[in-house]
């Protein structure tokens, strides 16, 4: 029992599983109900609904981000390539006769992908190529992308009428919201692309030595730009779904700070930001906390204005029990445990 408890307890997803069970019960507290789940129309309706649609988002992003913090870089510009595609996607529909036509919307949607397609090739180009720090590289589109779609909409918001194209962000399938189906297609086409293959292996690789790995056969090259075109085309996905959520295309606003959600989602999920070794599993745990702490901020009745400061609190104490400090406190803890057991039963 005490080894299995050691067990969990060094696990890297144990602290934020802790922290989800944490924010649920004070979910529960303060409204009884929170764990109620009804059906209208034949749809799921309820808290737990909520987390998951909107946490889809962030955890299409956050799945993205993690291939790329395993290479050991990052992606600021994710939150730029999501309101780029919401811009594009939505003129579109806009100058079409006929916004409502699944066609119309298929082209749209198309469009917005291979659109953030070739940004995601850009950024794998200054990484890759022209050798920039990626802080530096992503952070550039992160900038100049804003100013992108502000151009697109011709700094205006703009609001469509598509019943296919709103399905993406608040339509069911078989009584589950569209977007959960979205998130868990993308999250099992990552986890098999990367846990089934040898992919995986040579991203830990680029990640933990790059130059070590090229000696090994291993092309970095085009590995990042494979890792930096999937972050922006996941960006891409989860702007569709949250300008198909609000049926409006706001340049500003779309998307705002995702990139930091994704962030803390993977660091909370264990994977560190020097590369290497990475947890989609854990990603999802984390954008599950992410989301939870939102959704807790509003049940509790914290003022909107000091929401950022509650979350950041939060993720800073799972950090903090997943530091090392920590965890060499833990492992000392359970070695004068294993020393106090061996004493007892050779005493009895």
């Given at each position: ?14 602290w934020?599983?802790?922290?989800l069970?944490v ?27 909520d987390?998951?649609r909107n ?42 006769p ?23 090739v ?7 190529v ?49 977007a ?18 040898a ?84 990603t ?28 950041a ?12 400090t ?5 492992a ?16 009895a």
């Amino acid at each position: 029992m005490t080894a299995l408890l050691a067990r969990l307890v060094a696990s890297r997803l144990f602290w934020p599983l802790v922290m989800l069970a944490v924010l649920l019960i004070i979910d529960v507290i303060a409204v009884p109900g929170f764990f109620a789940v009804t059906v209208r129309d034949g749809n799921l309706y309820g808290s737990l609904i909520d987390i998951l649609r909107n946490g889809a988002p962030t955890l299409i992003v956050a799945i993205g981000m993690t291939l790329v913090i395993a290479t050991r870089g990052i992606d600021l510009s994710v939150g730029a390539v999501a309101a780029i595609s919401g811009a594009v996607a939505c003129s579109i529909l806009l100058g079409s006769p006929d916004p409502g036509n699944p066609a119309t919307v298929a082209v749209a949607i198309v469009v917005a992908l291979l659109i953030s397609l070739v940004l995601g090739v850009w950024n794998g180009f200054l990484v890759a190529v022209l050798g920039i720090q990626p802080i530096i590289a992503t952070l550039i589109l992160m900038t100049a992308g804003r100013g992108v779609a502000m151009l697109i909409t011709e700094g205006q918001i703009l609001t469509v009428t598509s019943p296919p194209f709103k399905a993406l962000g608040s339509g069911f399938w078989l009584g589950i919201p569209i977007a959960v189906y979205i998130a868990a297609a993308v999250f099992a086409l990552a986890a098999t692309l990367t846990r089934r293959t040898a992919l995986g292996m040579m991203i830990e690789a680029v990640g933990i030595n790059p130059e070590a790995s090229r000696q090994a056969g291993i092309r970095a090259r085009g590995l990042l730009f494979a890792v930096y075109t999937f972050s922006a085309v996941c960006a891409a996905v989860a702007g569709l779904i949250l300008t198909a959520n609000t049926m409006a295309a706001d340049a500003n606003n779309a998307a705002l700070f995702i990139e930091l959600d994704a962030i803390l989602a993977v660091v909370i999920g264990g994977t560190s930001l020097a590369g290497g070794r990475y947890s989609l599993t854990g990603t999802l745990v984390g954008a599950l906390v992410i989301q939870t702490l939102v959704t807790t901020v509003y049940t509790v009745g914290i003022p909107p204005i000091a929401t950022m400061v509650f979350k950041a609190a939060v993720v800073t104490v799972v950090c903090l029990l997943q530091s090392p400090t920590t965890n060499q406190a833990l492992a000392s803890f359970r070695r004068s445990l294993a020393v106090r057991a061996g004493k007892g039963v050779a005493s009895a």
